[in-house]
């Protein structure tokens, strides 16, 4: 999808031109990929704006930032109040919202350690991630998740995506609308950018982060909402062929949401139609975040955004 530019970036406490937030080639960042980042999206609701689940993601920013080591020079509170400043000064509602925090220009080498952290936030107008009307048709990918003791799955980094986009090339390329992958063991994993949810015989059933998975926050909030409406609830590990034989499949994910799954590797899930189970779970979610029914978990941070514009 198309980047679409807004008019301003936050760099380091303040904010700057779009155009204007480079970096230098030489850069730590583009050699090595010593960056971690957050996926942040903002939704129109009737009255203004809410951005979902901010304090949750800046945590996360900080704790990917804390495992490599990278020190940060705010709090969640301020990187908060970052976030409403951008998104309220480019006036853009629905958007995306790009925290990333990276080692800028200093030293070259493997070792970061003497290298700059900068921090950027940008947003921007973005829409459906996973393709397909009607539901995704997806593959097993032939390209494992990193080991738990190769990089850390925890981390929301830069370099993991690497991972990621060998998987989604090879669906893409194969008419595929994303890829799911094995875990080093053989175990389901994830999508290229997404949590995995299963549903069978009226029990959800999600992959356990020990299988090499990202803390997903729509993750954590479909795990709320699935315990609110009752939904038994497994976290384990789980054989590809399940996803042959289920009765519903869903990703989730910042940018994927609640995104119901067709069919894997060509054998529908079910009869193909989102079910039940997913139904409600992404009604309930659509519906918090759209300002449809109240923000009963304070999930929502208000923004003000004079005019919604964007997709």
């Not at 020990?210 to 909030?221: C, K, Q």
């Not at 529908?268 to 997913?278: A, E, F, H, S, W």
Request: net charge negative; with cysteine; charged share 20%.
């Amino acid at each position: 999808m198309p980047l679409e530019t807004t008019t301003n970036i936050w760099h380091n406490g303040r904010l700057i031109p779009w155009e204007k937030a480079n970096i230098h080639v030489m850069s730590h960042v583009i050699h090595y990929g010593s960056s971690v980042f957050e996926g942040i999206r903002c939704y129109k609701q009737p009255e203004g704006a809410g951005i979902f689940r901010l304090p949750e993601h800046m945590q996360r920013l900080i704790n990917s930032a804390k495992i490599y080591r990278m020190p940060l020079a705010y709090t969640v509170d301020q990187l908060n109040d970052a976030v409403v400043e951008v998104v309220e000064a480019n006036g853009v509602t629905p958007c995306y919202v790009r925290p990333i925090a990276f080692r800028g220009y200093g030293e070259i080498g493997v070792n970061p350690l003497k290298s700059p952290v900068e921090v950027y936030i940008a947003n921007f107008p973005w829409g459906k991630y996973v393709p397909g009307d009607g539901g995704a048709d997806v593959c097993i990918s032939s390209w494992n998740r990193l080991a738990p003791n190769t990089m850390p799955s925890l981390a929301k980094a830069g370099a993991n995506y690497m991972n990621s986009q060998l998987i989604r090339m090879e669906a893409d390329i194969n008419g595929y609308s994303e890829g799911i992958a094995l875990d080093v063991n053989g175990y389901l994993s994830e999508g290229s950018g997404e949590n995995l949810f299963i549903v069978r015989g009226g029990t959800l059933y999600t992959t356990p982060l020990a299988n090499s998975v990202l803390n997903g926050i729509t993750r954590d909030s479909i795990l709320v909402l699935a315990r609110q409406l009752g939904i038994p609830v497994v976290e384990q590990a789980m054989p590809r062929e399940l996803l042959y034989i289920c009765d519903e499949a869903f990703f989730t994910g910042t940018a994927a949401e609640v995104t119901h799954l067709r069919s894997v590797d060509r054998i529908l899930v079910g009869d193909g139609k989102m079910g039940p189970i997913t139904s409600a779970l992404h009604k309930a979610f659509f519906d918090i975040v759209n300002g449809l029914t109240p923000d009963r978990y304070n999930w929502l941070t208000p923004v003000k955004v004079r005019e919604a514009v964007g997709v």
